[in-house]
């Protein structure tokens, strides 16, 4: 089931590490089967706030995700990030294929009634 790391990244001055940051993150995660889905892309803010940017890689699976971030070529550049940008990153996975929203519901609307 495919996963996602998803950064909500604040705003940051430019600096030089955070764009050696981007120049090597590719490199990090695609051993492991990771794309950029949203990179750099404005974003629409439809409801509450949300300052700063957003950060979408995909991954075949959950278990990729986390060797990805464990990993220590990931661990080796995250600094240059994390020292000049705040930010809030998870990982998650994805729904699986023919997910019903309607028997989650059920369930909710189950278990509110006993």
Not at 16 to 36: K, M, N, V
Not at 100 to 111: C, F, H, S, Y
Request: zero cysteines.
């Amino acid at each position: 089931m495919t996963a996602y790391g998803i950064a909500h990244l604040r705003e940051a001055a430019p600096h030089p590490e955070i764009a050696e940051y981007i120049e090597r993150i590719s490199a990090t995660f695609e051993p492991y089967g990771g794309r950029f889905l949203v990179h750099g892309a404005e974003h629409e803010v439809k409801e509450g706030r949300w300052p700063g940017h957003v950060v979408v890689i995909g991954f075949p699976g959950i278990a990729e995700a986390r060797a990805w971030w464990d990993s220590a070529a990931y661990q080796e550049i995250a600094p240059l990030r994390s020292r000049h940008i705040e930010g809030d990153i998870i990982l998650v996975e994805g729904v699986p294929d023919g997910y019903d929203p309607a028997v989650t519901a059920k369930a909710m609307r189950d278990a509110l009634s006993s």
